[in-house]
T-cell receptor, first 113, second 112 residues
């Protein structure tokens, strides 16, 4: 199994508070991704990174920001959480661009009250 | 824009039988990759099988095989000799750049 961890695994927060989710990898893969999973939508890409300090937006990036200061860590921040951001968040990594297999972390369940 | 469609929200199969999950996609590209991921109740996303569009031969992984019809833009997953542990959500995904595009998933139930 690819070495990917996510923290926290579960979080409950209130509307308007900032939230940061962390993805950590031990595989030294270049590409890292953040997805959200909602019923009826499958997985949708929020942001991705193609190197340290190199990031780009995905399909559903509004309300989210990311940072990658080290190869192994990719942070997802909800600046001011809203109830519509209640979801399960997955981090994924891949060695090369998306044509290579992506390996997923265990997911973080976030509830915004 | 590329899209991936899974038209079967739920499927069921008897243990030891065969089931086929459907997936269609839309793209104007000629080179791309297609994937099937499995998500059991643990929520872990697990790669089942991968197909490179330039390869005409259908990919196979043990009991899992695909029927890749490039002209029809169809990529179905066949599970043979179904087992109780195959019960999960199955997602079809497409990629030709640095992003995966997922379908909405098919929930597979396996009955003993």
């Amino acid at each position: 199994d690819a070495g990917i961890t996510q923290s926290p695994r579960h979080k409950v927060t209130e509307t308007g508070t900032p939230v940061t989710l962390r993805c950590h990898q031990t595989e030294n893969h270049r590409y890292m991704y953040w997805y959200r999973q909602d019923p009826g939508h499958g997985l949708r890409l929020i942001h991705y990174s193609y190197g340290v300090k190199d990031t780009d937006k995905g399909e559903v990036s509004d309300g989210y920001s990311v940072s990658r200061s080290k190869t192994e860590d990719f942070l997802l921040t909800l600046e001011s959480a809203t109830s519509s951001q209640t979801s399960v968040y997955f981090c994924a990594i891949s060695e090369l661009a998306g044509v290579e297999t992506q390996y997923f972390g265990p997911g973080t369940r976030l509830l915004v009250l | 824009a590329q899209t991936v469609t899974q038209s079967q929200p739920e499927m069921s199969v008897q243990e030891a039988e065969t089931v086929t999950l459907s997936c269609t996609y839309d793209t104007s590209e000629s080179d791309y990759y297609l994937f099937w991921y499995k998500q059991p109740p643990s929520r872990q996303m697990i790669l089942v099988i991968r197909q490179e569009a330039y390869k005409q031969q259908n990919a196979t992984e043990n009991r899992f095989s695909v029927n890749f019809q490039k002209a029809a833009k169809s990529f179905s997953l066949k599970i043979s000799d179904s087992q109780l542990g195959d019960a999960a959500m199955y997602f079809c995904a497409y990629s030709n750049t640095d992003k995966l595009i997922f379908g909405t998933g098919t929930r597979l139930q396996v009955f003993p």
